[in-house]
Every structure is written in C-alpha cells, then in structure tokens.
C-alpha cells in the first residue's frame, strides 16, 4: 500500500518527530508532515493473496542543516510487490520497492532526487483499527546512505470493501527523519 512510500514513499509518513539521540544520529533532514496514496491491484481481501501496489506522496514543512533550500517533497512508488489481507477484524500486508523522491524548495522548483529503498506494513486489530510502520535507507542522490526514521501516525481504508470487491486504497500520515551515524 502506502510504503508509497511511504514511502512513497513512503512512500511516503504529523505529530511526534524522531530526534537524534545525543551522540549519536545526526539529522539530515526532518519533515514533520506526510500524506500519502496507495493504489492496489487486486483489491485487498480476507484472504491473504500477492498484491501490487502503486502510490504518491507529499511532505511539507521539510528543514535540513545541508540542504537549507528544502521545504517540501513528492514521491512515487511504481509496482510495489508484497501480500496483504484485510477484514473489519483482523489482517495485514507488507510492501517492499523504491520510491522515487524529488525535493522542492519554497517556489517549487527541483533542489534534487533521492531513491528510498523502504518498507510499508499494517497490521487491522480485532476492532478494525489499522496500524502502519515503516522503514527505509537512501540508496542514491541527496541524502545516500540516510536511515529513514517514519513516524506513521494514521492508516484509512474502507474495510468494509474487504468481504465485496477487495480494498483497491488507502492513505497514510505521519512524519519523517532522514538521518545518519556520525
């Protein structure tokens, strides 16, 4: 779904933002708000099945002590692989892929591109909450070789559509850090 990143990835990413310990992660960069859009195919159902996930995403109110110019970003996620299940009490699902990142300054104009090789997954409770995580490392452009640090504070979906048709998608929010060992 979402790892769109998630990571869109991630794919993608609110309240709480990771902060690096004293003496150890410094930031590289911080994004305290991230929407993201997965698309699936085929839907997701009660029955736990190979999914394809598409997604896109955004982050506002970026910061970075190296890359000051930087205050927003877009992703995608193309053709995510994983496998997923859903019902209104109980089920999961985990992506894997890259999402493609373009940072924009205030004016919207590219400042660079980063590739995040990242995770989504959610989990439903016995009440139908949904719970996401994710993960994920730079593997290339601005900020290579950053540990993405995803705080995902809330996951939607019409799980009734999971017993007629299957969920074809679902958003996520949070927050971000991209950070690295000193």
């Not at 940072?103 to 959610?122: D, L, P, Q, R």
């Not at 900020?143 to 996951?155: A, D, E, K, Q, Y």
């Not at 979906?157 to 299957?166: R, T, V, Y």
Request: charged share 10%; proline share 4%.
């Amino acid at each position: 779904m979402l790892a769109s990143l998630t990571l869109v990835l991630a794919a993608v990413g609110a309240t709480a933002l990771h902060q690096p310990a004293a003496n150890s992660d410094v930031s590289l960069i911080t994004c305290t708000a991230m929407a993201l859009h997965g698309d699936f195919s085929p839907g997701i159902d009660d029955e736990v099945r190979d999914i394809n996930a598409n997604g896109n995403g955004t982050a506002t109110g970026c910061l970075s002590p190296t890359q000051p110019t930087i205050t927003r970003a877009s992703g995608t996620v193309n053709s995510a692989d994983g496998s997923a299940s859903c019902a209104p009490n109980g089920g999961s699902g985990s992506w894997s892929d890259d999402v493609s990142v373009t940072w924009k300054n205030t004016a919207g104009g590219t400042v660079g591109t980063s590739v995040i090789s990242g995770t989504f997954s959610y989990t439903v409770d016995l009440t139908g909450g949904i719970t996401g995580s994710a993960s994920g490392s730079v593997s290339s452009g601005l900020f290579s070789n950053g540990t993405v640090v995803p705080l995902i504070t809330g996951v939607a979906a019409d799980l009734s559509d999971c017993l007629s048709g299957g969920v074809t998608e679902g958003t996520a929010t949070g927050s971000f850090a991209i950070v690295s060992a000193p």
